[in-house]
């Protein structure tokens, strides 16, 4: 456990930041190894960084059936997803080591239980279908049979797809710190941000401190866009449009499960162990097609009793400029029909780029439509 520095800001989850890395220990050589898929290898690195606390490894049976049915932890606070390490069968000893499927050993983890599942219950619970069409579920029918749970201690960390972009917890919270931020609203996207998604962080940037823009680069669909492209828009944009006082870009590790509104919920409290006090949920924030209603995402907030998690939700339609109002807006703020608004249907957008065109600036920053433009000339 570290003790947290940064008093002004809000407490981690459960109160305190774990810390589950620790000096390689001997003779581990011996030990059962076990390899991990790139999900539960997200899911380890931010066990490690105290990104999931206050979980220390990778979830018991009591966490994991009252997280499926009840959205909770056994101790009754809140927590949507199951972090669970699918294994063939009960290892031989009482500590194992994992490792990445190259045969690394990066962590040890003492034995706690080994446990069966329903994977179709998991399923209908957290990811509201059956469907094995379903990205999220699709993984979860392809898991190992048994969950193996126990502590983990880190001692080899993942090297970082973005050096430079490489924030844990602590990071964050030092960085909000030195710029004297108390409210910093933290924003998730695995897209390359348009005018609408500037519009809502800057919107809610107006009411906080600050603004921690924290792309998704764990694993995506194949159909997404690289994070590295991803990233250079980022990088583009705030250098040209966002006060850089305000701003702090950094990667979020994990891997998208696209569960929807289970998974809004799991990211909010993920970015209240980086520091923030709001999370923005836009429309069907980490859905995938169309398992999930466009709100459900930002009403499942309502099953937990107000203020429970701390953290703050900020919830915002979709937006686009209106040549009426002569600027950005939404259906909330703007009393115009669809004939006055700027908006490019995201098949419309990738045409577009693909024939090297620009889209309207009312739409994409050029800076931004540049690097897609070249994107996809490469
Ligand atoms: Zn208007």
Partial sequence: MTVVETPTLIAPHGGRLVDRTGPRPDGIDRLEQIPLTSRELSDLDMLASGALSPLEGFMGRNDYERVVEEMRLERGLPWSLPVCLAVDRAPQG?????????????????????????????????????????????????????????????????????????????????????????????????????????????GALETVDGLLIHPLVGDTKSDDVPAATRVECYRVLVDNYYPADRVVVSAFPAAMRYAGPREAIWHAICR?????????????????????????????????????????????????????????ATPKTCPHGGDDHVFLSGTKVRELLAAGELPPAEFSRPEVAEVLISAYRS
């Fill in 94 to 202: 009482d500590e194992v080591v994992l490792g990445d499927a190259a045969g690394r050993a990066l962590a040890t983890l003492e034995v706690d239980e080994v446990f069966e599942y329903d994977r179709e219950r998991e399923a209908e619970r957290c990811f509201r279908t059956t469907d094995a069409a379903h990205p999220g579920v699709a993984r979860l029918y392809e898991q190992k049979p048994v969950y193996l749970a126990g502590r983990v201690t880190v001692f080899e960390r993942l090297e970082p797809p973005f050096p430079e972009l490489a924030l844990d917890p602590l990071d964050t919270r030092r960085a909000f710190d030195e710029r004297g931020w108390r409210r910093v609203v933290g924003f998730q996207t695995r897209n390359p941000i348009h005018r609408a998604h500037e519009y809502l962080t800057k």
């Fill in 272 to 328: 209240k162990n980086y520091g923030c006090s709001h999370f923005i949920v836009g429309r069907d924030h980490a859905g995938v097609g169309d398992y999930y209603g466009t709100y459900d995402a930002q009403l499942i907030f309502d099953e937990l009793a107000p203020h429970e998690l701390e953290i703050e939700p900020m919830f915002f339609e979709h937006a686009f400029f209106c040549r009426v109002c002569g600027q950005m």
